[in-house]
């Protein structure tokens, strides 16, 4: 599914995403994550290899994001964009894609992962398969 123009600005704002993958019992396992764009695929980036989120996408790919907006919708509720979707787990380009990130998230100067010769980590690519929440992208 392509994104709207709107839902796309809101991906792209700086605002953090809640991401939801599925642990092995079937609960949700929740956590912030920083996000992008990548053509049609919200992207972001991990450096731990060992991380519960992409053990989790490796053993289920089915994944929800959420990310609140700051504009006000009729009838007065905040706007905010719920993502269901499917992920995949690139191996290495996770440290170049935080650090354009960074310049989203904490400035244009931040140098981001803070280290030298960070390992080659993992960019998680999720292909959207509907949308929903508050916002001109809901119907």
Same mark, same amino acid.
């Given at each position: 599914?392509? /994104?709207?123009? =709107?839902?796309?600005? /809101?991906?792209?704002? *700086?605002?953090?995403?809640?991401?939801?993958?599925? &642990? !092995?019992?079937? =609960?949700?396992?929740?956590?912030?994550?920083?996000? #992008? %764009?990548?053509?049609?695929?919200?992207?972001? #980036? +991990? %450096?731990?290899? &060992?991380?519960?989120?992409?053990?989790?996408?490796?053993?289920?790919?089915?994944?929800? /994001? =959420?990310? !609140?907006?700051?504009?006000?919708?009729p009838? *007065?509720?905040?706007?905010?964009?719920?993502? +269901?979707?499917? !992920?995949?787990?690139?191996?290495?380009? #996770?440290?170049?894609l %935080?650090?354009?990130?960074? +310049?989203?998230? %904490? #400035?244009?100067?931040?140098?981001?992962?803070?280290?030298?010769?960070?390992p080659?980590?993992?960019?998680?690519?999720?292909?959207?398969?509907?949308?929903?929440?508050?916002?001109?992208?809901?119907?």
């Open positions: 599914m392509k /994104l709207p123009d =709107s839902a796309r600005r /809101l991906v792209e704002s *700086g605002s953090l995403a809640h991401l939801v993958t599925l &642990n !092995a019992d079937g =609960s949700p396992q929740v956590t912030c994550i920083w996000v #992008g %764009l990548d053509d049609d695929e919200i992207v972001s #980036g +991990h %450096l731990p290899a &060992n991380l519960r989120k992409l053990r989790n996408v490796a053993r289920d790919p089915r994944v929800a /994001l =959420s990310i !609140a907006g700051t504009e006000i919708q009838p *007065g509720l905040k706007q905010y964009l719920v993502v +269901h979707g499917r !992920a995949r787990l690139v191996e290495g380009g #996770g440290p170049e %935080l650090q354009r990130l960074a +310049h989203v998230y %904490l #400035g244009p100067d931040v140098k981001f992962p803070p280290m030298n010769d960070p080659p980590g993992h960019v998680m690519r999720i292909t959207v398969e509907r949308i929903g929440g508050v916002g001109p992208w809901a119907a």
